[in-house]
């Protein structure tokens, strides 16, 4: 097995600390991705899911515990200068992409990410192609709107450009949280088999939240379940690949002794 690309151990982080309304959202949390691992994360609501990729990109601090990636220790380090390596997709198509930026002006901040940015031209003609060229594969015809603001696209092709802003720059972790959600199912499978075409042509290391039982089995290498701020199930491989929907909430109740009430989940 190859050597963890992303280390979290016993992280854990309170919200509303010291008072009434105190809430654990990660628990003394340990995970780790080995270089090319693609996980779906998958939990009821205040599992701890978004926390965990929040507290990774940097916007929320943890008061115990340390996440590493690529063996460097992040756990305090700045949004700023974890971009560069940090690919990160949000639920809503409006977060990940600049609705009043055209698409070239997107892609070409996607493409300095992690890197100085000085007085130089932002698009050269040869950065133009590339760009071209990427869009092309994706198959939607924005490579011939490149001069198109971002907010005349649909959700679904804000959303299949923000995965390519996400893995332009190759960073070493691409972090999707829900980013199919928002989006109908048609548009939905479209934007999911271009995140695995990405992911695979890139090898990049990926950590997918989803409520949608079906997606998390269906896609990556393993599988991962979360329940209050902990995981709680680990799967891979033929143990995985024999998992059913039905088969996988019994394991839950296995685990955690609880019932899985979240509608979002049992129905997906």
Do not use: Y
């Amino acid at each position: 097995m190859s050597a963890a690309m992303l280390a979290l151990e016993g992280v854990t982080k309170t919200f509303m600390a010291g008072t009434p309304n105190a809430v654990a959202a990660l628990d003394r949390l340990d995970l780790a991705l080995a270089a090319g691992d693609f996980v779906t994360v998958i939990g009821s609501n205040g599992a701890g899911k978004s926390t965990m990729l929040r507290a990774i990109v940097g916007l929320v601090e943890p008061e115990q515990g340390s996440i590493r990636l690529d063996g460097a220790d992040i756990t305090h380090e700045k949004v700023h200068r974890r971009a560069g390596a940090i690919g990160r997709i949000a639920q809503d198509p409006h977060e990940s992409t600049c609705a009043v930026m055209s698409i070239e002006e997107n892609l070409a901040m996607a493409a300095k990410r992690g890197q100085r940015r000085g007085l130089a031209r932002a698009v050269t003609p040869a950065l133009r192609e590339r760009l071209r060229t990427e869009l092309a594969a994706i198959g939607l015809g924005l490579e011939a709107r490149l001069d198109a603001r971002v907010g005349t696209l649909s959700g679904g092709q804000r959303q299949a450009l923000a995965l390519l802003m996400a893995t332009l720059a190759r960073p070493k972790l691409l972090l999707l949280d829900e980013h199919l959600a928002s989006l109908d199912p048609k548009t939905a499978e479209a934007v999911m088999q271009l995140t695995d075409r990405l992911v695979r042509e890139g090898a990049l290391t990926t950590l997918m939240v989803t409520h949608n039982m079906h997606e998390a089995i269906r896609w990556g290498n393993r599988l991962v379940m979360m329940h209050a701020g902990r995981v709680v199930l680990d799967v891979a491989g033929a143990d995985k690949a024999g998992l059913t929907v039905p088969g996988l909430v019994e394991r839950f109740h296995e685990v955690s002794r609880e019932t899985l009430s979240d509608d979002r989940v049992l129905l997906a």
